[in-house]
């Protein structure tokens, strides 16, 4: 007979829920989010014995109180969702603790298997369960299985068939909590099931004994009957009070108190031990990880063992996209006319997506090297050992690793640094670390670092690479206080972690995670990031030059065609626009000929008429000249024909800059003025700041449209620097301005989209506006007190 | 000679058992549900470099805690001598 089964896969962070999930569902895995909230589901579906499955992979918890956001999930899931079966997976080297959480299960009521994960893990540690009876004592079936080598997982799902099959019951577990509170228990249960108003989800017993946790959320939910509600609350006050006078101990201390004591006496009774008294594998290493000198010693060269992985290892990758992206540029150049469609399908379409996917080899290798950090345990490591610094600037342990990928180390890119800040569970660290990366110094800020430093600091190049680092780790964390110590301020969340065992990751689990992030920002970044960049595109082009303005540059053209022409000494060698027209495609193939050395070629074009015209233009601005020597006429038309190409260069120039000037950008950059004129920078800085929203790196390759250079190449920046060094307008204090302004202001486009999928477009919102006046106050405070000091003008 | 000190308190590799955690709230429920509860066996295992967090041996697992937080349990060694 044909079914379908929902079970729902639970369990403590570290007892291998994930590796279980895997082994159950292999690739057919789907994540969606939980509705409303950013905690992912993952789900997958099989075919067991004529059963359809469908395996929901809740949160990692360790216990379900109301307190933390993957709790409440995992337990909403539950009780509106109703899934046939819960399957708790329970470390069995760990099995106290992990039992507490099976406890809790079992005080719901839900249908459930214990999956005793890992029994060779605990067999080599002397550790071992006798899980019938487990199974006996708990009421509940025991699956031993180690996920890792697929052993025991047909034992569970056979299981789960046969159980679900027999339409199982929700049937809450009577345990004993102590005399008061077992009486006030079954007085309230006994009040709840009179009631009519209350929904039957959940057991009356359950909601009894939650009520007496303090839980808010069930408190909530018992208010729906105004009279019990004020009833049942009367009643917990009393045995709240009764209880503090003579334990001295809230009734939810009490209550988890007992669910240990069960648990320890079951676990006396069903496992047996040798005492350990020698360290174990995992110890010996946690001498040397988190010894503590060597420890930290270790931690850096890690650190930056996985910086410099990622970022050799993804080269390769990086330049065949480039490569693929600028053969497809060429490709629309030649089948899409010269115009507004080509620059936006190449301007606004590919080099947008493109900018995305460039960074995809990046994020899989960023994202590879952390799986391995986390699977293997030593993440937890980490975090253990920079806390105590961490925790002074209102982060948490587990925010390093963000700031690192964040270009901690420059270099590195914030948007898998956004991203990484997913291990830090408590909301307020979480949201106040991806809002202070993106001031790290990411890979797209070195080359305009390397712009300025190369016109203004170029003796002092390595030095200023390092306090630029520094200065970026300074700026980052006294954000972070600040951002902790106003609008999200509140206690530091305890450190209450495990450091678990230390394991070898499998290739399996590593590729999963890996190919499970990357896809999720391919998704997520590449559809919002399309319309976004063809919105940039079109403030950098649009309203665009007016026809006057067109007219002007199309007559100034005519105009130097014409004054060429008629000079005397050209007149006898080129006659009219067509023999120009001849003479400029010659000398253009003639200047390629020669870069390539193609003989073959040169001959052929030394047949044609103006050929010795063109040999003489290229005599005279290379140097180089072959065949016999040129008369008086020759030189003159050359020398005509070389201050001509200038000034046609010169009127290009000015046209691109006067278009520039007259898109939305443009105007934005002029209107800015007002304000960014204490910082010293005029429209020119402004608009390329515009620019540099979508990627820093346009910063360098807008001033240089700015700046009257044409097209710069930002990897070949030497002809701005050097624009810049002899611009009377420029000084090293106005350029190390510009250099902080850059490291501090907006982060780019793809940043903030990724802050807005991490938290809302209210904290992506307020990131744009608190990089923006933080790097605006200490520009200000630069330029402004560097120029009272007389520094660097 | 048995006396009962702060967490905090204890030498590396130190060993003792849980008398009593006088902590209520947030914190007094994350140390319980990781079975920091009273009379459970832990060891000091080690301590972080700048001495905070402390980490301990319980239950078969290793936990961290914030000194602050090491504060609120007391624990019941042998005392030598």
Known sequence: MEREITIALSGNPNSGKTTVFNAITGARQQIANYPGVTVEKKFGHIRHKDSDIEVVDLPGTYSLTAYSLEEIVARDFLVNERPDLVVDIVDASNLDRNLYLAVQFMELGIPLIIALNMVDVAESRDIIIDHRQLSALLEVPVIPMVARSNKGIQELLDKAVEITGNDPQWRPAVISYGMDIDQGLNKIEAIIKTSKVYDRKYPARWRALKCLEGDSQIKELLKRDPDLGEKIDG???????????????????????????????????????????????????????????????????????????????????????????????????????????????????????????????????????????????????????????????????NSVMPLVISGGISGGCAVPGVMAARTLRDPKERIATILVVPFMNCGAKLPVYAVLIAAFFVEHKARMLFILTLLSWAFALFAAKIIRSTVLKG???????????????????????????????????????????????????????????????????????????????VRKLVKDEKDLAELN???????????????????????????????????????????????????????????????????????????????IAGWIGQRLETITRPLGFDYRTNIALVGGFAAKEVVISTMGTAYSLGVVDPDEPGSLSERLRNDPGWDPLLAFTLIIFTMLYVPCIITVIMIRKESSWSWAGFSIVFNLVVAYLVSLVIRQGGLFLGLGV | MKTVIKMREMSDNQEGIIKKISTTGEMGRRIREMGVVPDTWIQIQGRAPLKDPVAIKIRDYILTLRNNEADHILVEIDEPG
């Open chain 1, 235 to 397: 009643i917990c006050r009393k045995i709240f009070k009764h209880i503090m006078d003579t334990l001295e101990e809230e009734p939810e201390g009490i209550i988890a108190d007992h669910r240990y004591g069960y648990i320890t006496g079951i676990t006396k009774k069903t496992v047996k031990r040798k005492i350990e008294s020698r360290l174990n594998l995992s110890d010996k290493i946690d001498r040397v990880l988190t010894n503590r000198i060597i420890g930290p010693l270790i931690m850096m060269a890690l650190l930056y063992s996985i910086y410099v992985f990622t970022f050799s290892a993804s080269e390769a990758p990086v330049i065949w996209f480039e490569a693929f992206f600028d053969l497809l540029k060429r490709a629309t150049v030649s089948v899409i006319p010269e115009g507004n469609l080509q620059s936006l399908i190449v301007s606004g379409v590919i080099d947008g997506v493109g900018g995305v996917l460039g960074f995809v080899p990046l994020i899989m290798f960023m994202f590879f090297s952390i799986a391995i950090m986390e699977d293997s345990g030593y993440m937890a490591r980490v975090a253990y050992m920079l806390d105590r610094v961490l925790r002074w600037f209102g982060l948490h342990g």
């Open chain 1, 585 to 663: 495609g010659l000398y253009n193939s003639y200047v390629q000929a020669m870069k390539k050395n193609d003989t073959a070629l040169l001959d052929n074009l030394s047949t044609r008429p103006l050929s010795f015209l063109v040999r003489t233009v290229f005599f005279l601005e290379s140097g180089k000249f072959s065949g016999q020597e040129a008369d008086g006429n020759h030189l003159n038309a050359a020398a005509r024909y070389i201050n001509y190409l200038r000034e046609m260069i010169d009127t290009d120039v000015r046209e691109q800059q006067a278009a520039l000037k007259g898109t």
């Open chain 1, 491 to 569: 206690p530091k969340t305890p450190f209450v972690m495990e450091l678990p065992p230390y394991r070898l990751p499998t290739l399996k689990g590593l590729l999963i995670h890996t190919w499970e992030r990357t896809w999720q920002y391919i998704k997520k970044a590449g559809t919002v990031i399309l319309g976004f960049s063809i919105i940039l595109w079109l403030m950098m082009t649009f309203p665009g030059p007016s026809v006057e303005q067109s007219n002007f540059f199309g007559d100034q053209r005519k105009q130097l065609e014409r004054s060429f022409l008629t000079s005397p000494d």
